[in-house]
Structures are given as structure tokens and as C-alpha cells.
Nanobody
Framework: QVQLVESGGGLVQAGGSLRLSCAAS????????MGWFRQAPGKERELVAA???????YYADSVKGRFTISRDNAKNTVYLQMNSLKPEDTAVYYC?????????????????????WGQGTQVTVSS
């Protein structure tokens, strides 16, 4: 079992920045594919960004050019740098892990494809 702990959420004004962190347990973090999702009130959980074990990345159109996903395998941590934040970015952000990706470049897009989830961290962007 893999435990994920997110941190870094908070309240920020529009145009500001936040960096989310997700620390994972386990010895084989470098083999995992990771994803950041978000869920706003009354909406479905959506993929924001994902990173493969080999470092390939994906971004939702709504965050492309503003958010950056990265990973530090030595620290068992994945990050989401969020710049130029907008009120519509307000949501609970969740980290998720796919423990057995098909190959090093595999990116996963659906919630059901991920094996474990963090508890979520609130991001609120005021206008």
C-alpha cells in the first residue's frame, strides 16, 4: 500500500502562485506514474496534470502554460507549481499514484486508473 500526503494548499489572490507537494511512501516511487486532480464543489474530479515514471508530462488545456508538474525521485515527492492562478482554479487538489504503469512513458487520465489517493489539499483563489 502506498500512502500519499499532500501539502502546500491555501488562500491566494488571483495572479498569485502556490506549490503543492505530494510525498509518497514506498521504495519504488521512481517506477510510479503520478497525477494531480482537482475537484470543485458540484463538479467531477478532473485531471490537471500527470507525469510518467520516465518524466513525460500532460497538462489539461485549462492550466497549460501556468502549471508545472515535476518529480523528485530521491525525495519520493511530486510537485505541482501553480502560477497565474485564477478564481476558477479554486478546488480541492488530490495527488494520485499508478503503481504499475505499462511502460515508463505511460500517462494515465482517468480516476479509476489510479491505485491510491491522497487526502486532498484546498486551494482557494480570491478575485
Amino acid at each position: 500500500q502506498v500512502q500519499l500526503v499532500e501539502s502546500g494548499g491555501g488562500l491566494v489572490q488571483a495572479g498569485g502562485s502556490l506549490r503543492l507537494s505530494c510525498a509518497a511512501s514506498g521504495r519504488t516511487f521512481s517506477r510510479y506514474a503520478m497525477g494531480w486532480f482537482r475537484q470543485a464543489p458540484g463538479k467531477e474530479r478532473e485531471l490537471v496534470a500527470a507525469i510518467s515514471s520516465g518524466g513525460s508530462t500532460y497538462y489539461a488545456d485549462s492550466v497549460k502554460g501556468r502549471f508545472t508538474i515535476s518529480r523528485d525521485n530521491a525525495k519520493n515527492t511530486v510537485y505541482l507549481q501553480m502560477n497565474s492562478l485564477k478564481p476558477e482554479d479554486t478546488a480541492v487538489y488530490y495527488c494520485a499514484v499508478k503503481t504499475n504503469p505499462y511502460y515508463s512513458g505511460s500517462i494515465y487520465y482517468r480516476t479509476y486508473e489510479y491505485d491510491y489517493w491522497g487526502q486532498g489539499t484546498q486551494v482557494t483563489v480570491s478575485s
